[in-house]
């Protein structure tokens, strides 16, 4: 079943409180298709989120993919594309320039590393081998662009190179200046890349990467934590950083957001799906994506993120008229003689009931979305309930206590 889940966490800036003030939302979407897995790979063309590669190594079989697969946000649905060209794969890094999607570094199911880089038309389906990264083969890398350039290093080195896809050629950078992070978070803000986690043993601090004066920047640590196999993305113009696990892989579900305009970081309720680390993070648009990686069980699970600013947007209207051509709310037994369950496919919700005179007899905020419903002293009769999200009616009906 699909969750919505609405945090009424308060999200504010420099600008005035009434144009700023938003509510995060996390939106369950269709899984991943094929087997479950992490160390995956994952980013975006335009308004399509791509995912693949990585692998198993359950009961000591290590098992590598190159299954490519397309996110239709506007259907939401999957659909399989050509295998990576590289081979099977786990540990690499993708990031996309334009209408062009990129992949390389990694390692495969035997352990051999790689510095090639592909490049992936989806207007054709095709994979070409564009010119390796002059560095040393590894996987725990990081990567993203920034003004039609591509960026990549890291993964326990601290070189730095930049990728031309219109001269197919590498540029070395200034080497990054900090404890040399791997399988870091990483998100892009305007024309600054940031990195961050990526270490065993100390907490974090967040390292600008400014492309124009190739400089790295100290900023504020991380507040999370030492960590490494966590995920990152950008939402208007916010950072946005959580889960992963520590060296003796406890796993975290915490998140948390960056304001690269005061340089601080707020603590942000923890994301609604299971604890894990080798996760996906991307951006598609204004909205943020994850899914995939393990905490010991592999997963599939795939997330969109998203501020609702009610001043400027109507992403909860829209979500509200999704649901409300839809069952909602399932509540069985019905009719009821002790109890019954209340299960919501949006949550948290606030659920009330109603005699047949249209008095509220029963109302219970923030219910879960399986809700145990006790009648206690509730005459029996016929009763009218109604599941309201942020002020929002999303269903109606009637039940009866026998």
């Given at each position: 079943m699909k969750k919505i889940l609405l945090f009424l966490f308060i999200a504010t800036s420099l600008q005035t409180f009434a144009d700023t003030t938003g509510y995060y939302l996390w939106v369950q979407k269709a899984e991943f298709p094929p087997i479950a897995r992490h160390?995956?790979?994952?980013?975006?063309?335009?308004?399509?989120?791509?995912?693949?590669l990585g692998h198993v190594n359950a009961g000591g079989v290590n098992i590598a993919y190159p299954d490519f697969w397309e996110y239709d946000k506007s259907t939401n649905s999957w659909s399989q594309k050509a295998d990576f060209g590289g081979g099977t794969r786990f540990g690499a890094v993708g990031f996309s320039i334009g209408t062009k999607g990129y992949a390389g570094t990694g390692t495969s199911a035997s352990y051999v590393d790689f510095n090639d880089l592909w490049e992936y038309n989806p207007a054709s389906n095709t994979w070409i081998q564009k010119s390796p990264m002059p560095g040393v083969a590894r996987d725990g890398a990081t990567g993203f662009s920034i003004n039609g350039k591509g960026y990549l290093g890291l993964g326990y080195y601290n070189d730095w190179y930049e990728f031309d896809p219109q001269t197919n050629s590498w540029l070395v950078k200034a080497p990054y200046p900090a404890a040399v992070p791997f399988y870091s978070a990483s998100f892009v803000i305007d024309t600054v890349g940031y990195v961050c986690t990526g270490e065993y043993t100390f907490p974090s601090q967040l390292m600008a990467y400014h492309p124009?004066?190739?400089?790295?920047?100290?900023?504020?640590?991380?507040?999370?934590?030492?960590?490494?196999?966590?995920?990152?993305?950008?939402?208007n113009r916010k950072g946005f950083v959580g889960l992963g696990c520590t060296y003796g892989y406890a796993d975290f579900k915490d998140f948390y957001e960056y304001d690269p305009v005061t340089n601080s970081w707020d603590s942000l309720p923890d994301f609604p799906g299971s604890r894990r680390h080798y996760v996906i993070g991307f951006n598609m648009g204004?909205?943020?994506?994850?899914?995939?990686?393990?905490?010991?069980?592999?997963?599939?699970?795939?997330?969109?993120?998203?501020?609702?600013?009610?001043?400027?947007?109507?992403?909860?209207?829209?979500?509200?008229?999704?649901?409300?051509?839809?069952?909602?709310?399932?509540?069985?037994?019905n009719p009821i003689l002790n109890d019954a369950t209340i299960q919501v496919s949006i949550s948290p919700a606030d659920f009330s009931l109603f005699d047949i005179s249209g008095k509220k007899v029963f109302e219970k905020k923030n219910i879960p979305d399986n809700y145990l419903f006790e009648r206690k002293n509730l005459l029996s009769g016929v009763y009218m309930f109604s599941v309201s999200v942020h002020g929002n009616k999303i269903q109606t009906g009637k039940i009866i206590l026998l």
């Open positions: 160390r995956a790979i994952g980013f975006s063309i335009g308004d399509k989120g791509y995912m693949g124009s004066t190739d400089s790295w920047l100290p900023r504020a640590f991380f507040p999370g934590g030492a960590r490494f196999g966590a995920m990152g993305f950008s939402v204004n909205k943020g994506y994850c899914g995939t990686g393990t905490n010991g069980t592999n997963l599939k699970d795939f997330w969109e993120f998203y501020c609702y600013i009610p001043t400027i947007d109507t992403t909860v209207i829209d979500f509200i008229g999704e649901f409300n051509s839809k069952n909602a709310v399932k509540i069985f037994p």
